[in-house]
Each structure stands twice: as C-alpha cells, then as structure tokens.
C-alpha cells in the first residue's frame, strides 16, 4: 500500500515478550507522554508474569534448535518467541512466500540459518537431517513424515490442539507446548530413521 498508493503501514508483532514489548512501544510513540507512559506501565505490569515463564522453561528449551515451515507471518513472528525461550531457528520456509516474507524473515534469523521456498517434503526431510533441529513446526502434512523420523513436532499453521499463542496470555501457553514436545519421554521410545 505504500509503495504503490503512499498509504504508511507498520506491522506488529505479539508473539513473544520482547516482540510484545517492542510493539507496545512503538504503538505508543505514535501518540502522546500520556499514552507512552500507560504503555511502560503494562509493560511493567506484565514482565515480572514473562520473567517467570522464561524462568521456568528456558532451562529445559535453552540451545534446543527449531526448524519452521509454516505460512503467512508465522515463520518470522514466532522467531522471536522462540529466542525468549533460549532456543535457536535454524531454518525458516514457507510453502507460499513472497519475496517480502524472505526479505523480512531473514533479518530475524541468527547467521547461518536456512531459508527454504516451497521445498518438497523429501528436502524438509533431508534439511531436517543435515541441520537436525530438535524440534519442527509445521502444518498438519509434514507432522508424520517428522513422527517417523522420531524429531518432535508441533503443528503451528493452525492452533487447533493448543494455543493461542501470542500476546501475555498466549506466552505462557507457547512455552509450556514447546517444553511438553521437545521434552516428552515418547521420543525416545521411536527408533529414528534419521
């Protein structure tokens, strides 16, 4: 809408609390002292409830690598969430992106990182085992190939076993699903074909 009509757009990010706090913020600088004081006041309000989330959880997720395929903002929103947890994207994709997704997404990546464009499940299988991330989000049609190769997964396109995920109140809920997949007993009981 800019480029093409002049119209100013900014895009947020609630995914995550450094994300939220960085949005918090410059939604606020668009407006008055008043309204930028109200917004450090939330801030402070609930950084103490997402100290103790990454308390919690970052000691069990710390250096854990992530690999994402998932579609729309997904893949960039969520790297931040994951960082606040310690853990590491090492690689992003998406099945439907546009050269806009890949120019935003890959700022975000730490050096190193991968990004995939409409890859083949049989490359998703093959980057999985030469980047051997510990944990795959996805959608619901890679979650077997990965189930086989005994590599935890979580379905990310849709929150239809968990969620929401973003904002305060979603935090928390991200946090303890990425600990109950990485670290569930149940993947040590299948024989990996890795």
């Known amino acids: 809408m800019e480029e093409k009509y002049g119209v100013p757009w900014t895009e947020f990010n609630f995914f995550g609390p450094t994300k939220i706090?960085?949005?918090?913020?410059?939604?606020?600088?668009?407006?008055?002292?008043?309204?930028?004081?109200?917004?450090?006041?939330?801030?402070?309000?609930?950084?103490?409830?997402?100290?103790?989330?990454?308390?919690?959880?970052?000691?069990?997720?710390?250096?854990?690598?992530?690999?994402?395929?998932?579609?729309?903002?997904?893949?960039?929103?969520?790297?931040?969430?994951?960082?606040?947890?310690?853990?590491?994207?090492?690689?992003?994709?998406?099945?439907?992106?546009?050269?806009?997704?890949?120019?935003r997404t890959y700022p975000e990546l730490k050096e190193g990182a991968v990004i995939m464009d409409d890859a083949t499940l049989y490359e998703m299988e093959e980057f999985a085992r030469r980047l051997r991330p510990d944990m795959v989000g996805s959608?619901?049609?890679e979650k077997y190939s990965y189930h086989k190769m005994g590599i935890p997964f979580r379905q990310m396109h849709s929150w239809d076993y968990s969620g929401p995920y973003h904002g305060f109140d979603g935090f928390p809920v991200f946090a303890r699903d990425m600990d109950m997949t990485v670290n569930s007993p149940t993947w040590s009981l299948i024989r990996r074909k890795r």
């Open 139 to 141: 959608g619901i049609k």
């Open 21 to 103: 706090y960085q949005s918090i913020r410059k939604i606020a600088s668009y407006f008055d002292d008043r309204i930028k004081e109200n917004a450090e006041k939330l801030i402070e309000k609930y950084k103490p409830v997402m100290d103790a989330v990454i308390e919690r959880y970052k000691p069990t997720l710390e250096d854990k690598k992530v690999m994402l395929y998932v579609g729309g903002l997904r893949p960039r929103h969520t790297i931040g969430a994951y960082e606040d947890l310690g853990m590491e994207v090492v690689a992003a994709g998406y099945e439907f992106g546009h050269d806009d997704d890949y120019k």
